[in-house]
């Protein structure tokens, strides 16, 4: 399985980025996804998830209201669209696939066995 995050870039405060994650392998679909990110000096922290069949999202505290996070099995994609940035948004953000098929989301990265290699986003103030 591989995973690879794009979409990252640098944006002023208040504007949007959609960042895309495509998966090889053909269990892209029986497996629930997640968002993560990490800034510099900081804690890699959970930021959004989307179960298998798309029917439950999860979102931290930081990003609700702001980020959506959707999928498409027929594409192999998870999309992370992120308006209104903040400054604190700043960090590499890294798509991950959660253990085990149909397991519900998880916020816990010990819970995720294969990772991308992260793009990442900038926010000017």
């Known amino acids: 399985v591989q995973l690879q995050a794009s979409g990252g870039g640098l944006v002023q405060a208040g504007g949007s980025l959609r960042l895309s994650c495509a998966a090889s392998g053909r269990t892209f679909s029986s497996h629930t996804m997640g968002w993560f990110r990490q800034a510099p000096g900081k804690e890699r922290e959970f930021v959004a998830g989307?179960?298998?069949?798309?029917?439950?999202?999860y979102y931290a505290d930081s990003v609700k209201g702001r980020f959506t996070i959707s999928r498409d099995n027929a594409k192999n994609t998870v999309f992370l669209q992120m308006n209104s940035l903040k400054p604190d948004d700043t960090a590499v953000y890294y798509c991950?696939?959660?253990?085990?098929?149909?397991?519900?989301?998880?916020?816990?990265?010990?819970?995720?066995?294969?990772w991308g290699q992260g793009t990442e986003v900038t926010v000017s103030s």
């Open positions: 989307i179960t298998w069949n798309g029917g439950n999202t």
């Open positions: 991950a696939r959660r253990k085990w098929e149909n397991y519900s989301g998880s916020s816990l990265s010990d819970d995720y066995d294969y």
